[in-house]
C-alpha cells in the first residue's frame, strides 16, 4: 500500500511549526520520517503580537527558499493544548487571523491547524496504514496516553480542538 509513497518518501516533504508556551519550532520532514531541519525559537504567549508574526514570516520565507529543491505539500501548524496560564481563545485568534493570512501571503502551499494528537491521525489517512478508511481510532501511548478519532472520514476536535487527551503522567 505505501510503495509509492516509499519510492517518492524522499522527495516529499512538509513544514511543520509547533507552539508551546515558549517557543516555536520549525521542521521541515521527508514523509519517510527524516528530519531534514529543526529550528525552535522564542515565543511570548502573553504577547501575541505584530512582531512574532514577522520573525515566523520570516523564518517560513528563508524555509521555502532552501528547500525549493523538494517537493514541498504543505505547511501544519500544530497547536499545544493545555495550560492554564494561556488565553487559548486569544491564541487561537491570534494563529487563524494573523499568522494564517501572513503565511498564505507567502506561498501557494495549503496550510492548515492541527492539535498534537489530531496531526498524526490526519498523517495516517492520508499516508498511511489508515489510508481509505472513514473510522478509526488513532492511539499513541508515551509519556501520555493520546487517542484521536476519526469518524465520517474527518478527525474529531470538539469545540477547543483538544479532543483525544485522556491524560499526563
Given amino acids: 500500500k505505501r510503495v509509492l509513497l516509499n519510492i517518492n518518501s524522499a522527495h516529499i516533504c512538509a513544514i511543520g511549526i509547533s507552539f508551546s508556551p ?54 501544519g501548524l500544530c497547536k499545544f493544548f493545555f495550560d492554564s496560564t494561556l488565553r487559548m481563545g486569544d491564541i487561537d485568534r491570534w494563529i487563524r487571523e494573523q499568522v494564517m493570512p501572513r503565511m498564505e501571503s507567502i506561498t501557494d502551499l495549503p496550510i492548515q491547524i492541527f492539535s498534537e494528537v489530531t496531526l498524526p491521525t490526519v498523517a495516517e489517512h492520508r499516508f498511511g496504514v489508515a489510508k481509505g478508511k472513514e473510522n478509526f481510532i488513532w492511539v499513541n501511548l508515551t509519556d501520555t496516553i493520546q487517542v484521536s478519532l476519526f469518524c465520517d472520514g ?16
Fill in 22 to 75: 515558549q517557543s516555536f519550532t520549525f521542521i521541515v520532514s521527508q514523509f519517510d520520517g527524516q528530519i531534514l531541519h529543526k529550528t525552535k525559537l522564542p515565543f511570548n504567549s502573553a504577547n501575541l503580537s505584530e512582531d512574532q508574526v514577522q520573525v515566523m514570516v520570516d523564518h517560513l520565507q528563508q524555509l521555502l527558499k532552501d528547500f525549493a529543491h523538494k517537493n514541498l505539500v504543505g505547511i
Fill in 154 to 169: 474527518h478527525a474529531i476536535g470538539g469545540a477547543r480542538k483538544a479532543v483525544g487527551q485522556l491524560g499526563h503522567t
